[in-house]
């Protein structure tokens, strides 16, 4: 059965701290993607990465950063949290080449308030 | 400019009755497209999918249409259960993208069957 974890549920945290949201898949795959959704935005790209070490922004990467150091992990790094910022946090991930329309596999998201 | 668009943020529907759920692109660049169900507190899971050289493909109960002229694209449920209560995503990916992989999604709309 394909995974897709990330290692909170619920996070809250303090305007100014940084936080960290981690994200691995069991499934090989080159491709991780980080969304967070909003009630009425739907859900939106924040970074996104191809292969280890690479990354590139996606719609909204303003206040946020991201490091893939080993395929199977996608972190997402928010530098001084703010409370716009809160939000939920999917991480997918998917097969590259040339089937882009390849399904993304979800994780169950992590639900961050920042106070 | 939002390239994918759910103009109807929720339908309610009667058990057994058809659920037709919409989704309008603007990028003309787009061809291949996806839909993905989200139950609250899950990450959203991959439904169907279309190739734009498709104009129709059909999966037990649910069948999406694509009309490429109107760059409009719809989700049929047949018959609607009410366990098909959620919040369904609109997505699109186009192969000349460089970012392999990458999708855009619409805001979601949320459907209810009643029972």
């Known amino acids: 059965d394909v995974k897709v974890t990330q290692s909170s549920r619920y996070l809250v945290k303090r305007t100014g701290e940084k936080v960290f949201l981690e994200c691995v898949q069991d499934m090989d795959h080159e491709n991780m993607f980080w969304y967070r959704q909003d009630p009425g935005l739907g859900l939106r790209l924040i970074y996104f990465s191809y292969d280890v070490k690479m990354k590139e922004k996606g719609d909204i990467p303003e206040g946020y950063s991201v490091s893939r150091e080993k395929k199977e992990r996608f972190s997402l790094i928010l530098e001084s949290a703010s409370t716009n910022q809160t939000s939920m946090y999917l991480c997918?991930?998917?097969?590259?080449?040339?089937?882009?329309?390849?399904?993304?596999?979800f994780g169950p998201g992590t639900r961050l308030t920042v106070l | 400019d939002q390239q994918v668009k759910q103009n109807s943020p929720s339908l309610s529907v009667q058990e057994g009755r058809i659920s037709i759920l919409n989704c309008d692109y603007t990028n003309s660049m787009f061809d291949y497209f996806l839909w993905y169900k989200k139950y609250p507190a899950e990450g959203p899971t991959f439904l169907i999918s279309i190739s734009s050289i498709k104009d129709k493909n059909e999966d037990g109960r649910f069948t999406v249409f694509l009309n490429k002229s109107a760059k409009h694209l719809s989700l049929h449920i047949v018959p609607s259960q009410p366990g098909d209560s959620a919040v369904y995503f609109c997505a699109a990916s186009a192969v000349v993208n460089t970012n392999a992989g990458k999708s855009t999604f619409g805001d979601g709309t949320t459907l209810t069957v009643k029972p």
């Open positions: 997918a991930s998917s097969t590259p080449g040339l089937a882009v329309g390849n399904e993304q596999f």
